[in-house]
């Protein structure tokens, strides 16, 4: 009986239960679908973590020359593209292996926990072959990792492919009159009876239309060195657009042997010597700004002057293992090995699959978030001490873009989770053309407060409770889980991340003075909004001066090094010197500034620590253990230093060195929370990230460092919302407050 005999007849409940039926039948089909859906998707997102964690360990462990030669990156995103439709284990598994197969030699795949062909071949005699294995003092990650150092030991040192000097030094590109200048080297090959080769190496930045790139350039001698001296003459053409005040350069030699360097002249195209170095005379390392290349080469001082040489291994391995049999799922275990000997069975040869594929946004996402993952799992040195599930974190990730989050988001919120305040993203896209609320939000006692304001409606103090009936402190916090960073130096950086606004006028709701308004608020374009801020930032400064006829006022981000000794060059010992150092300084003035405050001290940097590692998995990583022991905790009360969480890095390990040294008493909040040297990654999607590549301890010695808590003043002051909305600076206040109470 059709439905329409059914309507006919009246019968409504036949027509209800013909109706239920069908309903059943399609959410039946329904849920089946997004049953099915929901296995696709975790089956995707398993496969992917499976290819993450075996690519981790293939790009920086896997010594063959194959996995030397690699595209890293692109084999990311390959991978990706691979093993996402892999239905099962079995496939899984034969993905994995068509991947790394010509790559790692003997690898596979498979339920078993131990590898019978990997065993048999360490099982070998290789006593008259040399063993090939990966060494990283941190991690190099290309030209923006000038701190850092991989290499395989027993193989060719490419210098071509490095930014690391033997013996190097740099001079100021503003210093050149010409477009060119000339180096003028005296040296000789060293202790060999074989002519050595040698290379130069020039560095600078320059300006293009879209960014600021590295210029390296490596040239070998005309000639090889034989043991008599003789004067090298190399040329280099300065760039049209230099941005960089300095010109780094180099010499070294190229693979092993060794070269002696006499003397040093760099004169420009005009005939101006603009620098020379006698190395015969001694070593300074502060006056010529001359530096070994980090753990590359080494160099030694003699009569003949330094000798540069290269070092096969970075440093002795006193713990290392000889293969890894990855868990990377469930039943699966890649068998890999970490050491190889001269003349291994050598894969067929990389083949060059897909060059050309166009790969979608979501592929280059999850590839990204791959490469991320592994550059933090295996050389962030903080990571243990982040106490993140480190694993947990790469499947949450996977998981966001495969459910269609935005990816660049997830990255940030992964690499949050860290609170390394060195992480950022000096190449990201940013929309200047999207309209935001002109007010910069902190996140002060819990409450979204304007901080400065670019519109006059809105004022310092006010507690921001809705913009277009969204709650902003809620997006506040949401913004600080993608600031890696400490939660107070997060709160600081929330000028960063201006409410978006979908309209032309906003209407806040706002707490001020106890009393809730409601007012219609103009928005402003991106770009506008961080042009005000630039421009409130420095026009709101306080300038340098002497308060009264025993108080000096410095403000670090204001004054040059020269006006600074202006100022005070009337001091007396008993004048009382206030440095403001809470909007950051200006370079490295901080230190020296000690000759005009504290001239008997000798500023020491303390060293910072790279991971050593040359297999995955290092239980107890090393790290060089040594620290400045602190000299003085007596603080001289004549010289105050105002502080604040925008302090980072280099400006705490100053704050470090005045709190240890007695150099004065600081007041204010807590300093960022990180310093030690910053690495760089360029992910697959073409997204640099920014990262600490070192840790760094404290003067008081290796029980104390700088991760989250910062520089801890000797008196903390905070700003509260009142103090916003009064117009006070309750720092300045107290180093007044306790400059009179000793006069």
């Given at each position: ?48 973590v499976?290819f ?5 360990v ?37 993905s ?9 030699p ?75 200048v ?109 530096y ?15 000798i540069a ?13 000889n ?21 291994y ?10 060059q ?23 050389f ?6 982040s106490?993140?599930?480190?694993d ?20 940030k ?15 990201e896209?940013?929309?200047m053309r ?15 407060v ?28 949401d ?11 997060s709160?600081?950086w ?8 979908d ?14 308004l ?5 928005s ?87 991971l ?45 060195f ?14 960022a ?27 008081s ?22 103090d ?20």
């Amino acid at each position: 009986m059709s439905l329409k005999n059914n309507i006919s007849t009246g019968s409504l409940k036949q027509l209800k239960q013909i109706m239920n039926k069908y309903l059943i039948i399609y959410l039946a089909v329904a849920l089946c679908s997004i049953e099915a859906f929901g296995q696709s998707m975790e089956r995707r997102a398993d496969n992917i973590v499976s290819f993450s964690k075996t690519y981790g360990v293939a790009r920086w462990f896997v010594p063959s020359d194959e996995a030397a030669r690699t595209d890293w990156n692109r084999l990311a995103l390959e991978g990706v593209s691979r093993v996402s439709d892999c239905e099962d284990s079995d496939e899984l598994a034969d993905s994995l292996e068509s991947i790394f197969d010509d790559i790692i030699p003997m690898f596979s795949v498979d339920d078993i926990p131990e590898s019978d062909v990997i065993n048999r071949y360490y099982a070998t005699d290789h006593s008259d072959m040399k063993p090939i294995r990966w060494q990283h003092f941190g991690v190099d990650l290309g030209p923006e990792s000038h701190d850092y150092i991989s290499r395989r030991t027993n193989r060719p040192y490419d210098t071509k492919n490095t930014s690391k000097f033997a013996f190097t030094g740099y001079v100021r590109s503003e210093e050149s009159d010409t477009d060119s200048v000339r180096f003028e080297v005296v040296c000789r090959g060293y202790d060999s009876a074989e002519p050595i080769k040698g290379c130069f190496h020039f560095c600078t930045w320059t300006n293009t239309e879209e960014y600021i790139t590295p210029l390296y350039r490596v040239d070998p001698l005309t000639e090889e060195l034989g043991q008599e001296w003789e004067k090298v003459t190399m040329t280099l053409e300065l760039p049209d657009k230099i941005s960089s005040r300095y010109i780094n350069w180099g010499i070294f030699p190229e693979g092993d042997g060794k070269i002696a360097v006499q003397s040093v002249r760099i004169i420009t195209g005009s005939g101006k010597e603009i620098y020379s170095l006698d190395c015969t005379k001694g070593f300074d390392y502060v006056g010529n700004h001359c530096y070994l290349g980090y753990r590359t080469y080494l160099y030694m001082e003699t009569e003949d002057g330094l000798i540069a040489f290269s070092r096969n291994d970075v440093y002795e391995d006193t713990e290392s293992r000889n293969l890894i049999n990855l868990p990377v799922a469930d039943g699966l275990y890649a068998h890999i090995p970490l050491l190889l000997y001269d003349g291994y069975d050598k894969p067929a040869g990389k083949k060059e699959e897909n060059q050309n594929r166009e790969y979608s946004e979501e592929e280059r996402n999850i590839a990204d978030i791959i490469v991320m993952w592994n550059v933090i799992r295996y050389f962030s040195p903080y990571l243990k001490e982040s106490g993140m599930n480190w694993d947990l974190e790469l499947e949450k990730a996977v998981r966001s873009v495969l459910e269609g989050e935005d990816g660049i988001r997830v990255l940030k919120r992964m690499v949050g989770g860290l609170r390394d305040a060195h992480v950022y993203y000096p190449n990201e896209t940013i929309d200047m053309r999207q309209n935001v609320l002109p007010a910069v939000i902190a996140y002060i006692e819990d409450k979204a407060v304007v901080l400065e304001s670019m519109d006059p409606m809105l004022k310092p103090g006010d507690v921001l409770i809705t913009a277009d009936k969204k709650n902003v402190a809620k997006y506040a916090q949401d913004e600080m889980t993608l600031f890696s960073a400490s939660d107070l130096t997060s709160s600081s950086w929330l000028y960063q991340s201006p409410m978006p606004c979908d309209s032309a006028e906003v209407r806040c709701v706002i707490k001020r003075n106890g009393k809730k308004l409601t007012m219609n608020v103009p928005s402003i374009p991106k770009g506008y909004y961080f042009q005000l801020y630039w421009q409130n930032y420095y026009s709101n400064l306080e300038a340098s001066r002497w308060i009264d006829d025993d108080v000096c006022y410095i403000n670090l981000t204001n004054t040059s090094f020269n006006a600074i000794g202006d100022l005070l060059e009337k001091r007396e010992a008993d004048d009382y010197v206030i440095i403001d150092m809470r909007k950051r300084s200006s370079g490295f003035i901080t230190r020296e500034i000690l000759q005009y405050i504290a001239p008997d001290l000798i500023y020491k940097n303390i060293p910072d620590y790279a991971l050593k590692s040359s297999y995955p998995e290092v239980k107890n990583p090393t790290y060089r253990a040594e620290y400045v022991s602190p000299m003085s905790k007596t603080p001289n009360e004549h010289i105050i230093f105002l502080s604040g969480p925008r302090n980072i890095s280099n400006e705490e390990i100053f704050l470090d060195f005045v709190k240890h040294r007695g150099v004065g008493v600081i007041i204010g909040e807590n300093s960022a929370g990180i310093s030690g040297a910053i690495n760089t990654a360029t992910l697959p999607s073409g997204l640099k990230v920014s990262f600490s590549g070192q840790r760094a301890y404290s003067n008081s010695g290796m029980e104390e460092d700088y991760y989250i808590n910062g520089v801890t003043p000797h008196i903390v002051v905070n700003t509260t919302v009142k103090d916003l909305a009064d117009g006070k600076d309750p720092q300045f206040e107290a180093a007044l407050k306790m400059i009179n109470n000793q006069l």
